[in-house]
């Protein structure tokens, strides 16, 4: 009998473990058949396995829904598809492409009013990239922005895709600019001090009038209404209201009059005048009594914000120059608002010694980087100093080369370094000009002008004009360079022709052309000094064909003498404190002027004149101005002053009086009576400027009431004609010859049109009236 019995552990070890094995094996085989596969249709340009990593699997090795929809995303972000759809037959995942072609040329078409360059600059879309259709809608946006910004809120813009085949295509943005989106109707509230008239003067945009399709000063723009909301606080700042802010500027589209109406509300605060004004000084080795005498601001005077910004550049300049780089100048301000006044202390602290590391320039396309670097004071290594920076970027918003100018400051590569951003949007610097027009002095008269501010955009100055008149022809080049040898020293050459013909008011005439060049610096902000030196050619004229009685004696005697060459050296010393070159309320400006010839040529003299002008506002549309002129010339050497050279007096001098109208007449009987001119002459005026009630300022039309006075005098030429015993009879009377009258100056886009009507009230008895003068011509 056999014995089958076995031991239960030793027989059921091998069947468990097989068991296990067998488990094993089928979860892998199970997890392998979960596992799921990308398939990629449609790509061309596209790597299927780039297409691949954008799919992240779960743990089981599946794609669920949320995997699929974040690839999904992660595709389409990226611009290269222009569609993408996923199906998922069985364990499969097929993702399906149609990939977005790619730009060959992305142009305009019907853009005139912003150039090509200007909108590359604004989109996004660019050649060689691929076409998104959302970048492609926002670029629209962006266009249409732009246009906004240029005064054109009705413009259309549509993109046209241009196949090319093999997945090429071109992109055109066409552009239907439509109409000029103006500013009908500007509104100041809250302004109590200053009238709508004055303040439309501060701003530069203007509501829509007639010479606006010259000025464009009515085109809508959101970033010049921006800097017209500062220009009014600044302007009351200047004015004594510190507390003064423009709380809002509103645009508000009015469909019935097709345009905008811009509302600025202001805040004016209380007037204030200046304090006590000291100079704190925290700086060892700064000598503050110093400090002190270069303050711009004086205590008592109105309060004016201006002269805290030159105080504080003036400071910033002389402790650099000190050798305190790091020092700020910072102006403290202590309100008394009962009193209504404000204390001033410019404190004197050390800086954080922080230096430049790098000067950066965008957007200037045309200007040389050097034109714009050299308005800084400081250099990359310097010391960094903001008052020296905001001087740098009003000098470069004053060059009139830029519509904008922005600098900012970035972290430099170490914690003590800045890097300068200087932002610039540049402008037209070119000019072309036709003006033409009726004067009582050259009659009728036309002129062509063409120059540029910034040849090439070097920063040199170039002009040209041609005159043609009926009494007068000429013609003038010019060229400067405003930092000479890398110099704050500006230098230029001029050169000229010029014919005066005889005419009602003179029976000779003059030929002129010659040669000056000059030198001018800045001494202070409002002082500036010009040397020149002249070598020009003048001769006397007479019109062979004229029956009229012969010239008078003086005047002969100066054809005889020939052409005669002048060389002389001259200087002009100019002090102006006007708050507006072309239309002044207020501020001083004044001239002094000083010539010797005799340096080589024909002649020698010594001539000196001065004008002086000062303009005082009453209230808002009335300004007062009064003005003192005075000359003298004299000969030296043994030599008389030439007839050319001497003064002449007319209505430049004294209204209602025709041009070489008074001062020394020859009235030796048989001949022309002309005026020979003096060596000494003064006048003054005294005017009252107004603008006229119901006329827009922005028409740039004011009226004016005028009192004059002057007088030319003192002949200093022969009283015996050479050759003959003949005595010459010439009236030498120093008479003063006054008027009184009215005005109108218009000033025009084509130049300063003006219109005076005077009476004379005392005179001598061969003087020459004219009681209406008017003229046309370039400012």
């Not at 997890?31 to 340009?45: H, K, L, P």
């Not at 209380?270 to 270069?294: A, M, W």
């Not at 008052?387 to 170490?414: H, M, Q, W």
Request: aromatic share 8%; proline share 5%; with cysteine.
């Amino acid at each position: 009998m056999t014995d089958d019995r076995t031991p239960r552990g030793r027989c059921r070890r091998p069947v468990a473990a097989g068991a296990l094995l067998m488990a094993a094996l089928g979860l892998l085989a199970a997890q392998a058949s979960a596992a799921e596969t990308i398939e990629v249709q449609g790509n061309r340009r596209i790597d299927a396995e780039t297409v691949r990593s954008y799919f992240h699997a779960a743990p089981d090795g599946r794609y669920d829904e949320a995997a699929r929809d974040a690839g999904l995303k992660a595709m389409l972000a990226t611009g290269l598809f222009d569609k993408v759809t996923i199906e998922r037959p069985g364990d499969r995942l097929v993702v399906h492409l149609h990939e977005a072609p790619v730009l060959g040329r992305v142009a305009f078409e019907g853009n005139k009013k912003i150039k090509d360059k200007e909108l590359e600059a604004v989109i996004e879309s660019k050649p060689q990239g691929a076409l998104q259709r959302a970048v492609v809608q926002s670029d629209v946006g962006r266009i249409m922005e732009a246009y906004r910004h240029a005064g054109r809120d009705d413009v259309g813009v549509v993109p046209q895709i241009i196949d090319r085949g093999n997945d090429r295509v071109d992109l055109v943005y066409a552009v239907t600019e439509g109409k000029k989106t103006t500013v009908r109707q500007i509104n100041f509230v809250g302004n109590t001090v200053f009238g709508k008239r004055q303040l439309a003067a501060v701003i530069k945009t203007s509501a829509t009038n007639m010479l606006s399709f010259l000025t464009g000063g009515d085109e809508y723009d959101p970033d010049r209404v921006l800097a017209d909301r500062e220009a009014l606080r600044l302007y009351y700042r200047s004015k004594g209201y510190a507390d003064a802010s423009v709380t809002s500027a509103t645009a508000e589209y009015d469909p019935a009059m097709h345009g905008f109406t811009l509302t600025f509300s202001i805040d004016e605060g209380p007037l204030y005048r200046f304090g006590d004004i000291s100079v704190v000084c925290n700086v060892p080795g700064v000598d503050s009594e110093k400090l002190r005498r270069l303050l711009v601001a004086r205590s008592g005077a109105t309060f004016d914000g201006r002269a805290l910004d030159k105080t504080t550049d003036v400071l910033a300049t002389e402790l650099s120059k000190l050798g305190f780089p790091f020092a700020q100048a910072t102006p403290r301000t202590t309100r008394d608002a009962a009193a209504r006044r404000i204390d001033v202390a410019f404190t004197i602290d050390q800086g954080p010694r922080t230096y430049v590391e790098r000067i950066d320039i965008h957007g200037n396309s045309r200007t040389k980087g050097y034109v714009i670097r050299r308005e800084f004071d400081i250099a990359e290594g310097d010391a960094y100093n903001k008052t020296l920076i905001d001087r740098a970027e009003r000098r470069l918003n004053n060059l009139n080369y830029f519509k904008t100018v922005k600098i900012t400051t970035k972290p430099g590569s170490v914690a003590d370094r800045v890097v300068l951003d200087v932002e610039v949007q540049e402008q037209s610097t070119g000019d072309f000009n036709i003006a033409g027009g009726y004067s009582t002095t050259d009659g009728l008269l036309a002129e062509v002008k063409l120059g540029d501010r910034s040849v090439l955009g070097s920063g040199i100055s170039a002009n040209s004009s041609v005159t043609y008149g009926q009494y007068a022809r000429g013609i003038d080049l010019s060229a400067s360079e405003p930092y000479f040898l890398g110099t704050r020293v500006a230098a230029g050459i001029e050169l000229y022709g010029r014919q005066n013909q005889t005419s009602p008011y003179q029976s000779y005439g003059s030929e002129i052309y010659g040669a000056t060049l000059q030198l001018g610096t800045p001494i202070t902000e409002q002082i500036g000094v010009q040397y020149r030196y002249s070598l020009y050619n003048q001769d006397v004229t007479f019109d062979p064909t004229s029956t009229a009685a012969a010239p008078s004696l003086p005047v002969q005697q100066a054809a005889a003498a020939g052409p005669q060459w002048v060389s002389s050296i001259g200087s002009t010393v100019t002090y102006n404190t006007l708050d507006n070159n072309k239309s002044p309320t207020s501020g001083f400006n004044a001239q002094l002027k000083q010539d010797l010839a005799g340096l080589g040529g024909d002649v020698k003299f010594l001539r000196t004149a001065e004008d002086v002008r000062y303009y005082h506002p009453i209230n808002d549309d009335l300004t007062a101005l009064v003005r003192g002129q005075g000359g003298y010339i004299t000969g030296w050497g043994g030599q008389q002053v030439p007839l050319l050279n001497s003064f002449f007096g007319g209505p430049t001098m004294v209204r209602g009086f025709a041009p070489n109208g008074f001062g020394p007449r020859d009235l030796t009987p048989g001949t022309t009576m002309d005026n020979v001119g003096g060596n000494m002459y003064w006048a003054s005026t005294a005017e009252l400027q107004s603008a006229i009630p119901g006329v827009p300022q922005e028409y740039g039309i004011k009226a004016s009431a005028f009192v004059d006075a002057g007088s030319v005098f003192h002949y200093g030429g022969p009283t015996i004609f050479p050759g003959s015993a003949q005595s010459l009879q010439v009236a030498n009377s120093n008479v003063v010859r006054s008027s009184v009258g009215v005005g109108l100056t218009w000033a025009s886009p084509f130049g300063a049109l003006t219109v005076n009507y005077a009476v004379p009230v005392t005179k001598a008895a061969y003087d020459v009236v004219q009681p209406l003068s008017f003229g046309a011509g370039p400012f």
